[in-house]
C-alpha cells in the first residue's frame, strides 16, 4: 500500500507540473501553490478513482495503463484552462494577430530536461504494472521507447517542412508526444504498433502547437499540445491498437 500510495503521490505531481509550463512567465507563485493543492488533493484523486479506482469509468471498461488521461490529459485540460484564463505573455501576439515566437533561454538545459523526463518515462510506464513481471515490464520499456523515437523523427521532419528548417525545440516535443501517446497503450500493443503511434504523435505535437498559437492561446512549452492533444490521443490508440 505505500508503495503505491508513493508511486500514486508522483503520478499526481506530474499532473501539477504539467500545468507550470503553460502557465510560465505570468503566475503568481501563491497562485500556482493553492491550486496544485487542489489538484493534488480533489482533481487527480477523483479523476484517477473513476479510471483506476473501480470508479464509474472502469466499470464502463475504460482502459488506461499508466495514465494517458488518468495523469497527462487531465494535466493537459487543466493547463490550457490555465493559459486561457491568464491570457498571452506580454509581445506574444501583436494588434494585427502577428505571433512573436519567444524562444527558451537555454536549449541546452531544456534538452537535458528532455532526457531526464525520458529517464523518468521507464519508472513511469513499467512501474505501472505493479509487478515484479520481468517479460511485462521488458515489453512496455520496449514500446515506450520505441514511441518516443519514432515521435522525435516525425516531429522533426514535420517542422522541417512547415518552417523550412529542423526546429530542437519541436523534436523535443516530439519526443515527448510519444511517450505521452504510448503510456495508456503502452502494455496491451505490439513494438509495431508503438511505433506508428509514436510517428503519429511526433506529427499531432507540431500541427498542435501551430494551431493553438492560431487560435490566441499562449503555451510558452507546448505542454497542452504534448500532454492533452496526445494524451487523448494516446486514450484513442488503447481502442485502435490493441
Known amino acids: 500500500l505505500l508503495a503505491k500510495f508513493f508511486f500514486q503521490l508522483v503520478f499526481a505531481g ?28 480533489v482533481l487527480y484523486p477523483v479523476t484517477g478513482h473513476w479510471i483506476w479506482g473501480g470508479g464509474f469509468l472502469a466499470k464502463l471498461g475504460f482502459w488506461d495503463f499508466a ?15 490555465g493559459a486561457m484564463i491568464l491570457g498571452p505573455r506580454f509581445g506574444k501576439f501583436g494588434a ?18 528532455t532526457f531526464v523526463l525520458w529517464l523518468g518515462w521507464f519508472g513511469f510506464n513499467p512501474g505501472s504494472t505493479m509487478a515484479a513481471d520481468p517479460e511485462a515490464i521488458s515489453r512496455i520499456c520496449i514500446t515506450t521507447n ?23 525545440g519541436m523534436s523535443l516535443n516530439g519526443l515527448l508526444a510519444g511517450l505521452v501517446a504510448i503510456t495508456a497503450p503502452c502494455a496491451f500493443v505490439s513494438v ?40 487523448v490521443f494516446g486514450t484513442l490508440a488503447v481502442g485502435l491498437f490493441d
Open 14 to 41: 506530474t499532473a501539477a507540473t504539467i500545468v507550470s509550463g503553460a502557465v510560465g512567465g505570468r503566475i503568481k507563485y501563491l497562485s500556482f501553490i493553492v491550486f496544485s493543492f487542489i489538484m493534488g488533493t
Open 67 to 81: 495514465g494517458s488521461t488518468v495523469v497527462h490529459s487531465v494535466g493537459g485540460w487543466a493547463a490550457l484552462t
Open 96 to 113: 494585427n494577430g502577428k505571433i512573436t515566437p519567444i524562444p527558451g533561454h537555454n536549449m541546452g538545459l531544456a534538452t537535458i530536461g
Open 146 to 168: 520505441s514511441a518516443g523515437v519514432a515521435a522525435i523523427l516525425t516531429a522533426t521532419i514535420t517542422s522541417w517542412l512547415l518552417m523550412g528548417k529542423p526546429d530542437l
Open 192 to 231: 509495431e504498433s508503438s511505433l506508428i503511434i509514436g510517428a503519429i504523435a511526433g506529427v499531432l505535437v507540431v500541427l498542435a502547437v501551430s494551431w493553438f498559437d492560431r487560435m490566441g492561446i499562449d503555451d510558452p512549452v507546448g505542454a497542452t499540445s504534448v500532454h492533452l492533444v496526445n494524451g
